[in-house]
């Protein structure tokens, strides 16, 4: 679901966001500008927000979720200590928060069920993170920060994607555990080269299935840092890469045995629903458009 409102009134603009309980009241004189951007994709709730004039806001956060919350512009210090322009700010629904935002805030949101965290995120981190009582800001560098903002725009703005929801989501659950600090187990070498030969051979017995790293992480009962660590160490990959990899070597194949099948048809049989994401990726990895392939079974 993609909804974008514009509004000049701020009791519409408070009442707009689906799921959330919000009371706006404007402080600053003037016309209201307002933007409300938002993705609904399965549970996960993606939200930009903008306002030209100062308001307070009173928020209770959608419960059972985590939210993380990124400014793009903060233009007024905030005595809080919450929000600042650069950094990301985890918000759990504990309470309620009262936020003075600053005429020209533009702000991206992120909700996260806390069911699909929990097959993310280690136990022990994932307990830790719902012990959280207060915003925890999110210190990261911005060449950590940036990559998730631009994708979190492009979702916003263009067609969302399942691979690149996923991404989003797998980057977010990364931040979080850079500061939820807990012990981690390492999993033996064996058991590494375990975990990565099955998720391979699932792959390989099912193409066309849109198998991410949580259902990997449910087959495999492990968490998503355990899967993470194991592809790292193994093939020197995220699970992610690894899986689009295979996929699309999958795909090539298949357009070299059978040059008169559609390129979209074997775009959708090894798990790519979006053709234009496919095309992007086959050209990243390959260097050439799926198309190259035709060209040259015709000379």
């Known amino acids: ?3 974008s409102l514009r509004t000049t009134d701020i009791i519409e603009h408070a009442n707009a966001l689906p799921g959330w309980r919000q009371r706006y009241d404007q402080l600053s004189c003037g016309s209201l500008e307002g933007r409300l951007d938002v993705v609904q994709a399965g549970e996960v709730q993606l939200f930009r927000e903008r306002l030209n004039q100062q308001v307070i806001q009173h928020i209770r956060l959608p419960q ?3 939210n993380l919350l990124f400014p793009l512009a903060w233009p007024a210090v905030d005595d809080q200590g919450v929000m600042a322009e650069k ?10 928060y009262r936020v003075f935002t600053p005429a020209g805030m533009d702000v991206l949101c992120m909700s996260i069920p806390y069911t699909t965290l929990r097959g993310l995120l280690d136990e022990a981190v994932f307990h830790a993170l719902m012990q959280l009582n207060r915003p925890k800001r999110v210190c990261l560098r911005a060449h950590r920060l940036v990559p998730g903002i631009v994708m979190f725009k492009s979702l916003l703005e263009g067609s969302p994607t399942s691979e690149t929801l996923q991404s989003l989501t797998v980057m ?3 931040w979080l555990e850079r500061v939820i600090h807990v012990p981690q187990e390492i999993p033996r070498p064996s058991t590494r080269g375990y975990m990565v ?11 066309a299935a849109s198998t991410n790293v949580l259902e990997f992480c449910r087959r495999l009962k492990v968490s998503r ?3 993470q660590y194991s592809f790292q160490s193994v093939a020197a990959v995220t699970p992610i890469q690894y899986m689009r990899s295979v996929r699309l070597n999958g795909a090539r194949r298949a357009l070299k045995e059978d040059p008169h099948a559609s390129i979209a048809d074997i775009a959708e049989r090894w798990g790519f629903s979006h053709s234009s994401y496919f095309t992007l990726e086959y050209q990243k990895l390959f260097n050439e458009l799926p198309s190259a392939l035709r060209y040259l079974e015709r000379s």
């Open 225 to 227: 840092r355990t899967l």
């Open 197 to 207: 030969e099955r998720c391979h051979q699932w792959l390989i017995d099912e193409p």
């Open 64 to 66: 059972n979720a985590v």
């Open 87 to 96: 950094y990301a700010t985890v918000l759990l629904p504990n309470d309620e």
């Open 172 to 174: 977010v659950v990364e």
């Open 1 to 3: 679901m993609r909804q």
